[in-house]
């Protein structure tokens, strides 16, 4: 408990700072360490962390007044008062007691279960997967897909109620969403505060809901999203395009949408990285003596000279005619293995010619070289 950071100091902001200050300093320093602008760096990771923990609390009211007055304490469910030496065996607990509502009692709050309802909540993420082609993943491309997310119901605007009436604030909760209640416990009777059994914690009632919605005030519908692809995206890569999930609650945040990519084998070309590879296939005359040939890239054709004398298996490098770095700067090259390929059908006069140049080499059918006389 001691080795935690003030939160305030977490996000940068005063005990003064209003919500919207708060809120602010969250999102600048969210997009700042945030896992996808630092992959691998785990003390970026540690930060963000720190960080959404500290706006998880002071961006809830009843959380915020807790820790303003008793510190980690206040908000921290898994706190033992000194001395107490709590271990879960005390008579006179019920089973169904939450501690979380016992000390959210004592520290004039109540649980986070029964105040969730009523609280902002992000909407929920989205996942799809988009199949594009090797060229595209190369240098990029932008394309709609379709997926489905929680909208708001544009009949009621989002209301839950028909159109022509309004939801109501309970009359119960007084629109928190919570009831104070009496428990017995170890430390004597006291309050605490559970979900309103009329409005079931939502701080309204709705006498007549909305038809199409049916007093959710929110639907599921399919939209077509534009994305855009990076160049130098690789295969199974996910992209997060922000604020296309579904919709928040209670005024919270738009959930993100997360873009698996997929991407289609190519006729000719595997990737190694950066790196284009391909298997040029070329004749064994070509290979003995030479040749200037068209070897096709990811920008068309350019000429190529295999030199004299090439073996099966020799690799030659094309430069910058690879994949784009997906994090900028320059391409990868093109990587040439050179497969020599055997005629399997001769006519007699090239079998003649063939018979010919081993007879030159001194080399007999079986393959073994003449003895010199």
């Known amino acids: 408990m001691a080795d935690k950071k003030d939160f305030y100091e977490s996000l940068g902001v005063s005990k003064t700072a209003s919500d919207d200050e708060i809120k602010k300093a969250y999102r600048a320093k969210a997009k700042k360490y945030h896992p996808d602008v ?3 760096n785990k003390e970026a990771e540690a930060r963000f962390k720190e960080i959404n923990e500290a706006y998880e609390v002071l961006s809830d009211t009843d959380k915020k007044a807790r820790y ?3 510190g980690h304490a206040g908000v921290d469910p898994n706190y033992q008062p000194s001395g107490g030496g709590y271990s879960g065996g005390f008579d006179g607990f019920s089973g169904d007691v939450d501690l979380g509502d016992i000390f959210g009692s004592i520290f004039g709050g109540g649980s986070s ?6 609280s902002a909540r992000r909407g929920e993420t989205v996942e799809a997967t988009m199949s594009i082609t090797f060229e595209e993943a190369a240098f990029g491309v932008e394309r709609e897909i379709d997926v489905s997310r929680v909208e708001h119901c544009d009949e009621c605007q989002g209301t839950g109620a028909a159109h022509g009436t309004t939801a109501e604030t309970c009359s119960q909760c007084k ?3 919570v009831v ?3 428990q017995r416990t170890v430390f004597g009777v006291m309050q605490a505060q559970s979900e309103c059994p009329k409005c079931h914690g939502r701080g309204k009632t709705i006498e007549k809901p909305c038809d199409k919605c049916r007093g959710q005030g929110r639907v599921r519908r399919r939209r077509k999203i534009n994305v855009k692809v990076p160049a130098g995206i690789d295969d199974g890569q996910t992209l997060n395009v922000r604020g296309e999930g579904s919709v928040g609650s209670n005024g919270g945040a738009q959930g993100d949408l997360y873009v698996t990519v997929d991407v289609r084998r190519h006729q000719f070309f595997e990737r190694e990285g950066t790196t284009v590879l391909y298997d040029l296939p070329i004749s064994f005359t070509q ?4 040749a200037d040939i068209e070897v096709p890239t990811l920008d068309g054709k350019v000429s190529y000279t295999v030199p004299e004398g090439t073996q099966t298996g020799a690799r030659f490098r ?3 005619k690879g994949i784009p770095s997906l994090r900028g700067g320059s391409r990868g090259d093109q990587v040439i293995t050179v497969r020599v390929s055997t005629p399997t059908k001769l006519t007699s006069e090239q079998r003649e010619l063939l018979t010919k140049l081993r007879d030159s080499f ?3 059918e079986t393959g073994k070289r003449k003895k010199k006389k």
């Open 38 to 40: 630092n992959p691998g």
């Open 68 to 70: 303003d007055q008793f």
């Open 113 to 118: 279960r029964a105040s969730s309802r009523t």
């Open 175 to 177: 629109g928190s969403g």
């Open 180 to 182: 104070m209640t009496q």
């Open 287 to 290: 290979a003995a003596l030479g």
């Open 318 to 320: 094309l430069r910058g």
């Open 362 to 364: 001194g080399e007999t």
